[in-house]
């Protein structure tokens, strides 16, 4: 009988490697990972314990909240404040930097999530997930600050992504590639499916919410005119299109098969820079796709590099496989 690594066995053998690693950090992953395998329960349970529809709140972002965008927060919350790894906790769905209650010790990671990304996809039962960057405390054992969070994405420690689709995965990196893991649900653990995966450089399939053309600037309407004209055009090769409206979904299908993905930046509302957040949305995910072989960039710049101005800034995000990403870049450009 095949006998599969675990999730907590391949980062305890991953540590091992690393020079005074004190174990702390796979503790605090073991608490994500509950907290994931809670929230998958509660998303794949739907109806049966009334958690579909939508809250009467907004969020800080002014959008409307639904009910599993709040439950899944508190899991966050609760599953990770109580271990002493955490100096504070920041999410989607809360204004403020979240401190850890004074019963619970202080540690030297920052923790930022977006509990349930994609959750307009909820109540139609299209596949979502939760996104989540770890940071390093830049003083340890001490209440952080919304400035402590303000680190550009190359100072992750860790991101990750679960999907909650037709299986339940969990996708992350430590800076040393990317691995996949599926919950085996009778175990309850998560195995290695997708070790090392990789961004195949080239591709023909990409994805972009079209009904917004008319706001986007000028690169983009090139590059995706050029897509649409297929085999007659200067790309001299049919293109297909996705649109999941679940950035977990997209990244994951662009890591298995390749993509370029794009929420660009457009003059529908000029006070954005666009629709994905930096801290927990495009950060974690640039950070997964460039160790998976891929790139990201805002058009302009690549978005690891970004000096974050506030925890829910707005940035636009175009990434996937490389290659395709130079071309879209490079119409920034000319
Ligand atoms: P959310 O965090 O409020 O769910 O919003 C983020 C989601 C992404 O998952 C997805 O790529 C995008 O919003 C879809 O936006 P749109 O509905 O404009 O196509
Ligand atoms: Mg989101």
Redesign the pocket.
């Known amino acids: 009988m095949h006998i599969g690594t675990t999730l907590t066995q391949f980062i305890i053998e991953e540590q091992r490697h690393i020079a005074g690693a004190t174990g702390e950090f796979t503790a605090l992953l073991n608490d994500l990972v509950t907290a994931i395998k809670t929230i998958s329960n509660a998303v794949n349970k739907g109806a049966l314990i009334g958690v579909m529809g939508a809250l009467e709140s907004q969020?800080v972002?002014g959008?409307t909240q639904k009910k599993l965008?709040v439950i899944t927060n508190e899991i966050m919350i609760r599953h990770n404040e109580w271990a002493g790894h955490l100096a504070g906790m920041a999410s989607?769905e809360m204004d403020e930097v979240y401190p850890i209650p004074n019963k619970y010790p202080l540690g030297k990671y920052l923790l930022v999530f977006?509990p349930?990304?994609?959750?307009?996809?909820v109540d139609i039962n299209i596949s979502?997930?939760t996104i989540f960057s770890i940071l390093r405390a830049p003083v340890a054992n001490r209440a952080a600050s919304a400035e402590d969070f303000l680190q550009p994405g190359v100072k992750q420690v860790c991101a990750g992504y679960a999907l909650y689709g037709s299986s339940t995965m969990l996708v992350l990196t430590t800076g040393h590639g990317v691995n996949g893991f599926t919950l085996d649900r009778e175990v309850g653990e998560f195995l290695l499916t997708h070790p090392a995966m990789k961004i195949p450089e080239e591709t023909r399939e990409f994805a972009i919410?079209a009904?917004?053309r008319r706001f986007w600037e000028p690169p983009v309407q090139r590059y995706v005119e050029e897509c649409l004209a297929g085999k007659e055009g200067p790309r001299g090769k049919d293109f297909n299109m996705r649109?999941?409206?679940?950035?977990?979904?997209?990244v994951h299908r662009i890591l298995t098969r390749g993509g370029i993905?794009m929420?660009p930046r457009d003059t529908k509302d000029p006070a954005k820079a666009g629709?994905?957040?930096l801290m927990y949305?495009a950060n974690p995910m640039s950070f997964i796709v460039e160790q998976a072989g891929g790139a990201s960039s805002t058009g302009y710049e690549r978005i690891l590099d970004m000096q974050p101005e506030g925890l829910h800034q707005r940035v636009p995000v175009i990434l996937g496989s490389k290659k395709e990403v130079e071309v879209v870049v490079g119409y920034h450009a000319a």
């Open positions: 969020n972002q959008e965008d989607e977006d349930l990304d994609g959750s307009s996809n979502v997930g919410n009904s917004n649109w999941v409206a679940s950035m977990v979904a997209e993905f929420y629709k994905l957040r949305e």
